[in-house]
């Protein structure tokens, strides 16, 4: 298990070190607001298509190969975006990523096959705080490898930093990973189509629940956080890559806390349903604390709203992975986590794409106003959850020792 976290914050670290110039560089070559944001969409618009097919692959020939060309497609993506020259390269480039970007609902997968239900949440935790982590240092090593200034930000360095931490992963899945499905496991497999997977899913109300949740909260996280560059530059909250760092610094902390430490006592205690339930409220004050914070500039003020913006989410998602992977079967987890992450990635797709024209057409706090609105529906969503059914997992003692 150790391992495949550690997978995940590597190739996570390469995905955040992005996140502070990516927006600004596509306005760099000529794009628009809407299409900066429409470019940084596509990355998640490939994963929506992706994911499922990946999750499925997984469960039919094990999660390590899949691991492997995942990654590699990652390498190969972040080399494509460090030679983009134009706006359609980098946009070429954010789909390609998206496309290949079949590791995480893999890795979730992964997890799964080698922890007990009572486990399970802790470890979700671990892989949120492997993302928490990911998100202080990512976007730290992107502001200092792109530079001081937005207008002539450094893209190509930080993508081949990138492209080097997604290939320490890929080296690592070779010759350290242990597969957690037995051959037996794998064979079996085989039998369930994908519509088949869809009728068994429609017959299991809280899983359409949680994976409406998942929707409506990627859909949030897609309008207030790919927009939080472009948004912190007409606030005067930051002028340059350099300057988002303490502020996202801020929020990474607080979701490694979270996640690393406190989720598994937490999710025993109150269980996942309320914590999905705090985290949503806790995530819409938060936002709006955002743009109260903005309108005086106050960085300090930022900080701190995201740092409870961070919280909020770390509640949610770890509580949404846990309770969705309990849902699943050991036959059918990876394709049920590749349906929930590609759901997931629908809904950031759409938030990021909608989040430039919504900051421009209706103003600089809209996209902050629509995400607690959309948290407002997850909370009754979450409200909705009964106690989910509880499956037996399958004897992994010697793949968990190995992992």
Known sequence: ?????????????????????????????????????LCMALYVVGMFFSTPIWGRLSDRFGRKPILVVSLAGAVLGYVLLGFATTVWMVAISRLFSGLMAGNLSVAQAYVADVTTDQDRAKAMGMLGAAFGISFIVGPALGGFLAGDSFEDANLQLPAMVSAGLS?????????????????????????????????????????????????????????????????????????????????????????????????????????????????????????ILVTVAGGYASVPGVAAALVGQGIGAAFVLTSMQSLTSKEAQADNR????????????????????????????????????????????????????????????VPVVAVAEGS
């Open 1 to 37: 298990m150790y391992i495949a976290v550690a997978i995940v914050l590597l190739d996570m670290i390469g995905f955040a070190i992005m996140l502070p110039i990516l927006a600004y560089y596509a306005l760099q070559l000529g794009a628009t607001p809407g299409i900066a944001t």
């Open 167 to 287: 290939l320490s992963a890929l080296l690592v899945v070779i010759f350290f990973l242990k597969e957690s499905l037995s051959g037996a496991t794998k064979s079996n497999n085989q039998t369930q189509s994908f519509s088949q997977l869809l009728g068994w899913v429609a017959e299991r109300r809280g899983l359409c629940l949680l994976l409406g949740a998942v929707t409506v909260y990627n859909l949030a996280a897609g309008f207030v956080e790919s927009i939080f560059p472009i948004w912190a530059d007409a606030t005067d909250i930051a002028h340059g890559p350099k300057d988002l760092v303490p502020v996202l610094i801020a929020a990474g902390i607080a979701m490694v806390i979270v996640q690393g430490g406190l989720i598994g006592p937490l999710s025993r205690r109150f269980g996942e349903r309320r914590l999905m339930r705090a985290g949503a409220i806790l995530f819409g004050i938060s936002a």
């Open 334 to 393: 990876g394709a049920v986590m590749g349906l929930y992450n590609a759901l997931g990635t629908l809904g950031r797709g759409m938030g990021t794409a909608i989040t430039g024209t919504a900051f421009a057409g209706i103003g600089i706090h809209a996209p902050y106003f629509i995400g607690t609105a959309l948290m407002g529906l997850l909370l009754l969503l979450a409200i909705a959850l009964r106690a989910p059914r509880a499956n037996e997992p």
